[in-house]
Nanobody, 123 residues
Framework: QVQLVESGGGSVQAGGSLRLSCAYS????????MGWFRQAPGTEREGVAY????????YYVDSVKGRFTISQDNAKVTTFLQMNSLKPEDTAMYYC????????????????WGQGTQVTVSS
C-alpha cells in the first residue's frame, strides 16, 4: 500500500523560504506523477505543481512560477518543493499526492495522498 509522508512545513516571514519533502513508499512501480497541492480553510484544494518521475517534466500553477521548484531525488523516493519568496497568500496546508497513471493538477484524479504539512507565511 502506498504511503506518503510530508515534512518541512513551518512558519516564516514574507520573503522567506521553505523546502517541503514527500517520502514515498509501498509501491513496486517507479513510473508515477507526484503532485503538490494546497488548501486554505474553506477553499477547494488547489494544484501547485507536479513532476513526472520518468523524465522529470514539471508544471506549475501561474501564481508560483519563478518562486517554487519541484524536484525528485535520484532514487525517486523523495519529492521536494522548494518555496522561495514566500507570500502570505501561500499560507495553506500543503499535501503531497501520487498517481500511477494520471499526471496533472486535478486533485480528484490522484489516488494517493499524504496527511499534509502546514505552511504559514506572515507579513
Amino acid at each position: 500500500q502506498v504511503q506518503l509522508v510530508e515534512s518541512g512545513g513551518g512558519s516564516v516571514q514574507a520573503g522567506g523560504s521553505l523546502r517541503l519533502s514527500c517520502a514515498y513508499s509501498g509501491s513496486r512501480y517507479s513510473r508515477r506523477c507526484m503532485g503538490w497541492f494546497r488548501q486554505a480553510p474553506g477553499t477547494e484544494r488547489e494544484g501547485v505543481a507536479y513532476i513526472y518521475s520518468i523524465n522529470g517534466s514539471t508544471y506549475y500553477v501561474d501564481s508560483v512560477k519563478g518562486r517554487f521548484t519541484i524536484s525528485q531525488d535520484n532514487a525517486k523516493v523523495t519529492t521536494f518543493l522548494q518555496m522561495n519568496s514566500l507570500k502570505p497568500e501561500d499560507t495553506a496546508m500543503y499535501y503531497c499526492a501520487a498517481d500511477l497513471l494520471y499526471c496533472g493538477l486535478d486533485s480528484t484524479r490522484y489516488n494517493h495522498w499524504g496527511q499534509g504539512t502546514q505552511v504559514t507565511v506572515s507579513s
